[in-house]
């Protein structure tokens, strides 16, 4: 799915449309709002920065159907009808974050250098709609450092490399939770990870 482009999607729903209904509801409606997703996105795809009133067309769609997603599954019995779920994180480099620490096996291939800039967008989804707060952790070595927080979807984090990041496998982890008393898991309430290399500078 995460290879799928939009128009395979949108297609996928109406020719679909009888298992996609308890979901979205009114077809009529539902076509809409893709075909504005539809229309901005070959300028996103080729680096057109989009206009004030673009984004706010399209954060409007996109919210609508995320929103809808959400009211389809708070029906079921599940943890996603109590707790926060992550949509995605996606890196600087277009990477989407996995659900584990398998560095060797999803790990980003990305070679990083000191004085690097990595920022790290981040979706989810609250069935409750409250606020929602993430962490961005790096690993050291059997440590981990705590490198920048932030509120609400979405959500902005920035990972700034220093020294004491250089080695090979540094994991990244990035948690949301909700404001409220209780999580799913202990403090927070879902997680994703990325790997990276962070090469030592070449005067060391």
């Not at 996928?12 to 504005?36: H, M, Q, S, Y």
């Not at 992550?86 to 999803?106: M, P, Q, R």
């Not at 004491?164 to 404001?179: N, P, T």
Request: overall charge negative.
């Amino acid at each position: 799915m995460a290879y799928t482009e939009l128009y395979s999607l949108t297609q996928l729903i109406i020719k679909n449309w009888d298992e996609f209904k308890p979901v979205f509801g009114d077809l009529a409606r539902t076509k809409v709002l893709l075909g504005v997703l539809e229309d901005f996105r070959n300028p996103v795809a080729h680096s057109r920065q989009l206009l004030p009133f673009e984004r706010d067309l399209l954060s409007g769609a996109s919210g609508q159907l995320r929103n809808q997603i959400s009211l389809h599954l708070a029906q079921g019995d599940g943890y996603w009808r109590y707790y926060p779920t992550i949509e995605s994180v996606t890196d600087s480099f277009g990477y989407l974050a996995g659900d584990s620490y398998a560095a060797d096996i999803k790990g980003c291939k990305m070679r990083l250098n000191v004085g690097d800039r990595i920022e790290f967008h981040c979706m989810a989804n609250d069935p409750r709609e409250r606020n929602l707060e993430w962490r961005l952790e790096v690993g050291i070595n059997s440590r981990r450092e705590q490198v920048d927080t932030a509120t609400g979807v979405p959500a902005e984090l920035v990972w700034e490399i220093g020294e004491r990041h250089v080695g090979e496998k540094r994991w990244v982890r990035i948690s949301v939770a909700h404001d409220g008393r209780f999580h799913r898991k202990g403090d927070f309430d879902d997680e994703r990870f990325q790997t990276y290399h962070v090469n030592p500078p070449l005067d060391c």
